[in-house]
């Protein structure tokens, strides 16, 4: 698959040199507003009514007290991609892993691949959500909420790149919905399963290099005026870098919780399907076999997730943006702890924190 390279930050197949990662634990609470209340999640809002479904959210245990070195990661986008390639290698090193993903029939799917990959690791769990649907991210979190299971590392790596002006169910546009709004729900609501104070825990937030021509448009926040599908996704992954640094700010040294964000580099998955014609032309194949040589692999691309997902070297690190395993700078813009503060209360009303 061709990947355009307006972004890029890696060279050909370059493997990054994270590292070694080592089993270790990490843990928070609900996030308080600017005003020093805390945000109380509404979870039925939105949702529809109907049969429960069959079984609970499992985040972990069958049954009884979980041991202390069960560790359990929820990824979302995790039937493919930068998702999969996480969740094998988080599964490798002994986590539970749970697959949040809108596509139930391809999340049992990867399911099924991750155990053949890796035969006698812990269970895999599929969590069943759309981020374009926020009442199924309400749905699915509420009950989590209800069983109560520990979470120990959440990653938000679901997304959409460059897409034709839509809306998503709420109506919002697609890629804020997608990208921002849609983990900024889930991660509000999962805060209570991740600040435990006595197990430390992480969130980690794919953005993009593509931040950096981002800009937060208050006064157009849904792109609804021109709509420029790069400069949406820009300013949805600046949304996502702004998201992780607030939400450092706001948790607690009691949260026992971290918050950090990432650039995967340019990796050729599914995220550009909106870009590329579904038969390229015999003028097209050359540049695209060039395109796919200086892109990552999927593999490649989840090593930074991975490394601020399980690294003991990120412990108790928060509010950074990371960059092949490394700490870099972000965005101006991104540092504007105002637009931060007041992006993070915008967006606890669209989603009706």
């Known amino acids: 698959m061709a990947v355009p390279v307006t972004m890029a930050s890696a060279s050909a197949n370059a493997s990054l040199q994270c590292a070694p990662l080592t089993r270790q634990r990490t843990g928070a609470r609900s996030l308080p507003n600017t005003n020093g209340t805390r945000h109380r999640c509404r979870a039925a809002r ?23 070195d069960h560790k359990v990661a929820l990824i979302t986008g995790a039937n493919t991609g930068i998702g999969f390639e996480t969740a ?11 697959l949040a993903c809108r ?14 990959l890796v035969p006698g690791a812990r269970s895999v769990e599929v969590a069943v959500m759309d981020l374009a649907d926020l009442s199924t991210v309400r749905v699915w979190a509420k009950r989590a909420q209800d069983f109560g299971e520990p979470l120990d590392v959440l990653i938000c790596n679901a997304g959409v790149m460059a897409c034709p002006q839509q809306q998503t169910k709420d109506g919002f546009e ?47 926040l ?67 076999k060039i395109n ?30 990371y960059d092949k395993c490394k700490p870099v700078s972000s965005s101006k813009e991104s540092y504007d702890a105002a637009v931060a503060a007041r992006l993070w209360d915008v967006s606890a009303e669209l989603v009706g924190l």
């Open 88 to 98: 094998k290698a988080l599964r490798q090193r002994d986590y539970q892993v749970v």
């Open 222 to 288: 849904q792109s609804r005026s021109g709509y420029n599908p790069w400069k949406a996704y820009g300013q949805s992954k600046l949304a996502n870098v702004l998201m992780t640094y607030e939400m450092a700010r706001r948790l607690s040294p009691n949260d026992n919780c971290t918050a950090n964000c990432l650039h995967p580099g340019v990796v050729a998955t599914e995220l550009v399907r909106y870009l590329l014609p579904e038969q390229e032309s015999w003028w097209q194949q050359p540049l695209a």
């Open 292 to 321: 796919r040589a200086f892109s990552l692999t999927a593999e490649q691309g989840a090593q930074t997730s991975v490394y601020l997902a399980a690294s003991p070297e990120v412990e108790g690190v928060s509010g950074k943006y």
């Open 103 to 116: 596509d139930k029939e391809k999340a049992e799917a990867a399911r099924r691949k991750l155990k053949e």
């Open 174 to 220: 697609y890629q804020l919905g997608v990208n921002h709004l849609g983990h900024f729900l889930l991660a509000n609501m999962v805060t209570p399963l991740l600040t435990t104070p006595e197990r430390p825990s992480r969130v980690v937030t794919v953005s993009s290099a593509a931040h950096f021509f981002g800009h937060i448009n208050f006064k157009d």
């Open 46 to 68: 939105g949702a529809t009514a109907g049969p429960p479904p069959a079984a609970a959210p499992s985040l972990g245990r069958p049954s009884g007290p979980r041991p202390l």
